[in-house]
T-cell receptor, first 110, second 113 residues
Framework: KNEVEQSPQNLTAQEGEFITINCSYS?????LHWLQQHPGGGIVSLFM???GKKKHGRLIATINIQEKHSSLHITASHPRDSAVYIC????????????FGKGTRLHILP | DGGITQSPKYLFRKEGQNVTLSCEQN?????MYWYRQDPGQGLRLIYY???????QKGDIAEGYSVSREKKESFPLTVTSAQKNPTAFYLC????????????FGPGTRLTVL
């Protein structure tokens, strides 16, 4: 079993829909990251969370440390939100390793 | 503008040839990383460097080599020993090793023919 699991793997929605992407992890962590990868391949960091909730524009990220679960929400989705969204955790192990999920491919239809 | 550059964007090589991927950063970051991305898989760590003149193997270092002679530069060589080198390669940096935010370059897509 992967240490970081994302769902769904693929998601297609209509413009304007509310989007939720989920991330579950099985290791102790010091932080969780949500990343966005556009079709060209470059990756940008959206959020870094260690507790609670963060909001930036139409994006909201939440984390529940007890349940080892995080969600990324997109309100009023737009075709430009189409990308791969990656959940990554920094483990509390000795090597401070970052473990990446496989990503969720989001496609917003106009 | 500060950032990370990788060149080239696309690279084609014949099987059996070594190839070097460039990664440069002007963020004054101590730590740099190389990741490999394959379809349907999460990023996997190839090598990392905590500080100049130091580097460590990651999870999939076999068939790869790196150097860190300058703080700004962390080139990755894909050798002929790498069994399946065709992949998308991403370079990243962070202020320090264990620094919570990593900044990524645009990536290099390597295709071995």
């Amino acid at each position: 079993k992967n240490e970081v699991e994302q769902s769904p793997q693929n998601l297609t929605a209509q413009e304007g829909e509310f989007i939720t992407i989920n991330c579950s992890y099985s290791v102790g962590i010091s932080a969780l990251h949500w990343l966005q990868q556009h079709p060209g391949g470059g990756i940008v960091s959206l959020f870094m969370l260690s507790s609670g909730k963060k909001k930036h524009g139409r994006l909201i990220a939440t984390i529940n440390i007890q349940e080892k679960h995080s969600s990324l929400h997109i309100t009023a989705s737009h075709p430009r939100d189409s990308a791969v969204y990656i959940c990554a955790v920094r483990s509390r192990r000795w090597d401070d390793k970052i473990i990446f999920g496989k990503g969720t491919r989001l496609h917003i239809l106009p | 503008d500060g950032g990370i550059t990788q060149s080239p964007k696309y690279l084609f090589r014949k099987e059996g040839q070594n190839v070097t991927l460039s990664c440069e950063q002007n963020l004054n970051h101590d730590a740099m990383y190389w990741y490999r991305q394959d379809p349907g898989q999460g990023l996997r760590l190839i090598y990392y460097s905590q500080i100049v003149n130091d580097f460590q193997k990651g999870d999939i270092a076999e068939g790869y080599s790196v150097s860190r002679e300058k703080k700004e530069s962390f080139p990755l060589t894909v050798t002929s020993a790498q069994k399946n080198p065709t992949a998308f390669y991403l370079c990243a940096s962070s202020i320090v090793w264990g620094g919570n935010e990593q900044f990524f370059g645009p990536g290099t897509r390597l295709t071995v023919l």
